[in-house]
Structures are given as C-alpha cells and as structure tokens.
C-alpha cells in the first residue's frame, strides 16, 4: 500500500525537503507583497503594466465566478426537486425508469405549450418547474443507463454512518444535526450514529451529552454508537485523530455485524451539519449506480445557514463568499477537492490507513491521501444539495469577528497540504506529470491569489502613482492608470451585485424575531466588502503561510465556538 509522507519526517533528507517545499508558499506571499511597494518605486511602468493586466485578469475571473454561481444554483433547486429515493427504488430496471420519465416530460412539455397562460400565472411557474427538473432527471438517468448496469448495487444493502466528532459542543449543537437525519427522506433504519467524543472533555459534561442524544435517538436509527477518544503518543489533539479513532471502532463493529464495508458510506460531519431531508437518497443514487463507487468522495454544498440570521455582518459575508466559492467548484468536478462535511465509501477509508492524526486540514487531506493511494484514479462527485452548518458567533460582537479569523486562520492552514502532496506525487510514478503539476499548481495559485489578491487590488492600483517618483507621475501611463483601474473595477462590480442578490434567494426563512427590515442589513452589508476582504480573508491567509515559513505550527485543531443564541429559530432543512 502507498504510504502517505509524514510531515514531521525524522529522515534528514525529507525533512529538508518538507521544510523547502513548505516555505515556497509563504515565499511567494511576502516577495507579491513587499514587492508592491519595492517594485513601485523602482520599475513603476512595469508595476502599471501589471496593474491593468491583473484588472482584466480580475474581471474575467468575476464574470466567470458570477456566471457559475448561478449555474450552480438553479442545478440545486432542480436536485431539491427530485425524488431521490423514489430513483434509487427504480434502479433496478433503468430502461423503464428513462422510459417513463421521458413520458412525464414530453406530457408536462405538451401541457406548458398547448395552455393559455397569464404573463405572470403562479401555475405556469410551477409547471415550467416541474419540466425542467423532469429534464435533469432524465440527464442524469441518461448517464447512469450507459454504465455497466451489473455492477449496480441495491439500494436496501447500503448502510449509512454519520460520524459527528465533538470535542466541547453541547447537546443543543448536535440535537438538530441528528433530528435532521430522523427527518431525512432516506430510511432511518439504515443510518448508523456514530458520536466521537473526546476523552479530554469534562467527564460529567461528556457522559451527559452522550446519554441525552443516545437515549433520545437510540431507537430512531439502526445503532447509535458512541466513541472516547483519548489522544496518544504522536497524535495531536484535532478533529481528525478523533476520527480515526472511531472509525477503527466502527470497523470492528460493523465485522461483528458481518455488514461489508463496501456497502457503508460514512459521512465525516461537522457536528452542526444539518443534511437536506434528500441528500443522503441523492448519495445513495450516486453511489450504487456507480461502477467505480469506492473511487469517489460525495461532497454537497456547504451553506453556513443554521444561525446566519444571528450572526453579524462581517461574518455573513465571509461565509456566504465560501458558500458562493463552493457552488463554483461544484460546476468543475475536475478542481474539487473535499471539504468539511463530505462522504467516502468505509471500505476507501479503512483502504488508505483512515485519516492523518497529526495534520490539522484532515478534509482535504484525505482526498490528497484517496487521490494518491489509487494513482490518480480518484475524484470528487459532487451532490448538488446543500448541507447548513453554524456561522461563527460567539457571545460578543468582538469575539465573534475574532473567532471568524481564527477559523478562515485554520482554513487557510490547509496550505501544509503542498508540501505533502509534493513529496507524495515525488514518490509516486503512476501518476501522469502533467496531472501532478496541474495540481500542485492550481493549489499554489489558490492560496496565493487568497493571500494576496484583496491587497492588490486594494493598495496597487495607486501604490506607483504615489511612489513612483516625479519621471513616472508625468508620463501617460500614470495620468491614465487611476482612471483604467477604476472603470475595470467598476465593470467587476457586476459580481459583486449577483452576489448581493444570490445571497438573499439563498437565505433561509427569516425568524419571527427579526423584522423584514433585516432584509435590507443583508444587503448593505455587501458594501462591507472592500473591509472584510482583506482583514478576513486576506490576512488569515497570509497568517498561516507565515506560520508554516517560519515552522510555528499549530499545536492542535482549533475547534470553533459554537454558540446559539436564546430562542434562535433552527432552519429546517426541509426549508433550505
């Protein structure tokens, strides 16, 4: 089996490597950003010449990102629509299934055109609906009908275990993460529970927790299993170890109940996630209709809903831009990667050694690790319906924005990946060269552009006028340069009012506490933008990079506070 690089390596040769590999990131971020200002005053043309470039670049790349943002979105309000499970009870005769789903289609295509409808009739809405998520339907039973249909698996073998780690949440966290899966279109009776507490918890506080949730759902799900973590030589106190932990407990279990590991799907969830009512049918569809099943991870679309509406502004728009981030990534499967809560097949996992435990960005390293162990033949399938976790809120205003940069802190920490996945693509031959560079490249750029790109289009547009002496100031170019500078961003302001608009059609229902004048602190918070982008984004990232240049690295896995306000009205999946 491919061994994964360790990333303390106590071989001398690795370990310099590791830390070369590991300062090429931060590198890059300091020589963009001390290089502003150096290059401004010496070469300022040349400086200019780049401003205008990357302003074009920016534009396009808004454009684009606006543009898959609402591809993404109408395809999940069509996969809201349909019926997964209905799907994957018809799975065993596909023909028949495409068969009569063409006949809706052609009989919903002949109602919308042979009616008079009223310009805005509610009915004609609803049946032009109705056509288009037939169509989608039938796109993806199209798919599935020119795969090997003997390799198919039956719906009723599939067992499902949700692993909720939890370190210091309370009940009321977990409670509506768990209620959600008792509400799920998909049968209870398949779902497993799988709790990963930590022994470093207050032991009261833990077995409380734990009693509670087991005796509430106990009986609502096929097994409700419960796990203590205790943290041991060579591990760090993170999300992950606690994973593997459990995960190595449930393969026990799952031997003692003779169930195949290759008929479990195991979701790895934040503790906060409440699943679509139709996404675990939507992962089962998915799954058994795929021949190379145990070569994918299912990732849905992370929405930060559950406390959205409590939360403050400047947190509302760091969470609802990494939503947008990820329904963008969802339109290119080829660039994903898994993120937070996502689903692999147990048998990939238990295959591949289970996750890292001493690496803090444990979600995307196990697709690094899956991608590597099977040579490249690994990818991410996304399912296009969302799952809502918590925003960042704490019991202050303050705080709560601290809290914010800690967390996008840690996401940006997923940067220790390159150097792993360098060394790792190093030692594995089978993989295609062109793969490898495509991959490391596409990582670098991405948390370069994160740690870099709000500063320069904040600072560089003026940075040569300014420093670039008297020679440059006279000249053209710097007369010109302002005023190119800000007709390019006034042009990629187009993104930034989709956004606005996206933001409000995917918000949950408004709570009866807050009044419709709410709606419009949701929309002028966007003008917050050119603040919390470079102070919530930007610097969290350049933060981590640092921390990995200088080899400060965390010491464990910063979990974040979790905190829901008095009376706080829970979205309902059902509803999102």
Aim: hydrophobic share 45%.
């Amino acid at each position: 089996m491919f061994s994964y690089p360790d990333p303390r390596a106590t071989d001398p040769r690795q370990h310099r490597l590791q830390r070369i590999l590991e300062m090429i990131p931060g590198i890059l971020t300091w020589f963009t950003l001390i290089g502003m200002f150096v290059f401004s005053f010496w070469l300022p043309v040349w400086v200019a010449v780049f401003i205008i470039a990357f302003d074009i670049y920016w534009l396009f790349r808004t454009i684009y990102i606006a543009i898959y943002s609402i591809a993404a979105f109408r395809k999940m309000q069509l996969h809201k629509g349909i019926d997964w499970m209905n799907a994957c009870l018809k799975t065993e005769n596909i023909e028949k299934f495409l068969s009569d789903v063409s006949n809706e289609c052609k009989e919903a295509k002949k109602e919308y055109l042979n009616k008079y409808w009223r310009f805005f009739s509610r009915e004609k809405r609803k049946i032009k609906k109705k056509l288009r998520i037939l169509k989608e339907l039938k796109k993806e039973i199209r798919e599935v009908s020119r795969r090997d249909m003997l390799k198919f698996m039956k719906w009723k073998d599939v067992y499902h275990v949700v692993l909720l780690p939890t370190a210091n949440e309370g009940a009321e966290i977990i409670e509506p993460a768990i209620q959600a899966l008792a509400d799920s279109e998909y049968p209870n009776e398949k779902f497993i529970i799988l709790l990963a507490t930590e022994e470093r918890e207050d032991k009261e506080k833990r077995e409380r927790k734990a009693d509670y949730l087991k005796n509430k759902f106990g009986k609502t799900f096929f097994d409700f299993l419960v796990t203590v973590h205790k943290v041991a030589p060579g591990e760090m106190k993170m999300k992950s170890s606690n994973a593997t932990y459990a995960a190595k407990e449930l393969k026990k279990y799952l031997e003692e109940k003779n169930i195949p590991l290759e008929n479990v799907i195991l979701s790895n969830f934040d503790c906060d996630t409440c699943a679509h009512p139709r996404y675990f049918a939507a992962l089962t569809w998915k799954y058994i209709t795929e021949p190379k099943r145990l070569r994918f991870a299912y990732q849905p679309l992370p929405m930060y809903h559950n406390n959205i509406w409590d939360t403050n502004a400047f947190v509302r728009i760091i969470v609802t831009g990494s939503s947008f981030w990820h329904m963008v990534e969802a339109m290119r499967p080829e660039h994903m990667v898994t993120f937070s809560s996502h689903s692999e097949a147990f048998k990939t996992i238990v295959d591949v050694g289970y996750w890292p435990v001493n690496i803090i960005s444990e979600d995307s390293l196990i697709f690094w690790k899956c991608y590597t162990h099977f040579d490249g033949d690994y990818e991410v399938k996304p399912i296009y319906l969302p799952v809502s976790l918590d925003a960042v809120l704490a019991n202050s205003y303050w705080k709560t924005i601290v809290n914010q940069y800690k967390q996008k802190r840690r996401w940006a920490y997923g940067i220790e990946n390159f150097p792993l996945l360098a060394r790792a693509f190093l030692a594995n031959k089978k993989i295609p060269f062109g793969k490898k560079a495509r991959y490391l490249l596409v990582m670098l750029e991405g948390h370069w552009s994160w740690a870099t790109n709000a500063f320069i289009i904040a600072l560089l547009g003026w940075l040569p006028v300014i420093i670039g002496g008297p020679a440059f100031n006279q000249s053209v170019l710097a007369h010109n340069l302002p005023y190119i500078t800000r007709y390019l961003m006034n042009a990629a302001l187009i993104g930034l009012v989709i956004s606005m608009f996206l933001s409000l059609m995917l918000l949950p229902p408004r709570p009866a506490k807050y009044s419709r004048k709410r709606y419009i602190y949701m929309f002028l918070q966007w003008f917050l933008v050119p603040v919390t982008a470079p102070f919530l984004g930007a610097m969290p990232a350049v933060d981590s990079q640092t921390r990995i240049l200088f080899g400060k690295y965390f010491g464990e896995f910063w979990v974040t506070e979790k905190v829901r306000k008095e009376h706080s009205v829970e979205v309902s999946p059902r509803q999102q």
